[in-house]
């Protein structure tokens, strides 16, 4: 028992002993930071005296009046009212143009970007007219005069040999529904 007793006993001389000459060692260290500081005083001193002082006046800060709303009979500016005048007159400037039929079910080829669709050939029917072969995404569509393609609300207006024409509805900076004439070019097959 002795012997085992011994061992964590001697551990913690060691870590005291260390711990001791630690303190020493930095004490010693510190000790030598406080040397002369009249070099440093006197320069501070003359950076004083050789500084201009400013003894120009601070101008007085604006005077604040606050303002008063007293327009009891007019809109408040911070209330939901005024919104909702200002969504009246943008929705009435809407009315008569053109929008496009958000509640008609969407068509196959609404869900790929223009820029995706190729016109790979064109079919003549006796019974629906022209029809188109729209290849997207490695299926192959029909589509006739009257189908809608596209992501911009594009429908289909005139089907030729080696053109389809389209027009979209697009949504210009102010908000207003415009159409917008489109066109895919009969695309050669890829070898």
């Not at 711990?19 to 040397?35: H, K, N, R």
């Not at 008609?104 to 970007?113: K, S």
């Not at 192959?140 to 005069?145: D, L, M, R, S, T």
Request: net charge positive.
């Amino acid at each position: 028992m002795s012997m085992q007793q011994s061992i964590p006993s001697r551990a913690a001389g060691r870590t005291r002993l260390l711990a001791v000459a630690g303190s020493v060692l930095l004490c010693l260290g510190l000790t030598g930071c406080t040397g002369d500081v009249s070099e440093l005083q006197t320069w501070m001193d003359e950076t004083r005296a050789n500084t201009p002082r400013r003894t120009g006046r601070i101008p007085e800060p604006k005077r604040f009046v606050p303002f008063r709303y007293e327009a009891r009979a007019d809109i408040d500016p911070f209330s939901n009212a005024k919104l909702q005048v200002a969504l009246a007159r943008f929705a009435d400037r809407n009315k008569g143009g053109i929008t496009p039929d958000l509640n008609r079910r969407r068509e196959p080829l609404e869900a790929y970007p223009l820029d995706t669709i190729r016109l790979v050939g064109h079919l003549h029917r006796p019974s629906t007219g022209p029809v188109a072969l729209l290849e997207a995404d490695k299926v192959i569509f029909q589509a006739k005069v009257g189908s809608y393609i596209g992501q911009h609300f594009g429908r289909i207006i005139r089907i030729s040999e080696t053109e389809l024409g389209l027009k979209e509805l697009v949504q210009d900076a102010a908000g207003d529904w415009v159409e917008r004439d489109t066109s895919l070019a009969l695309q050669e097959a890829k070898k």
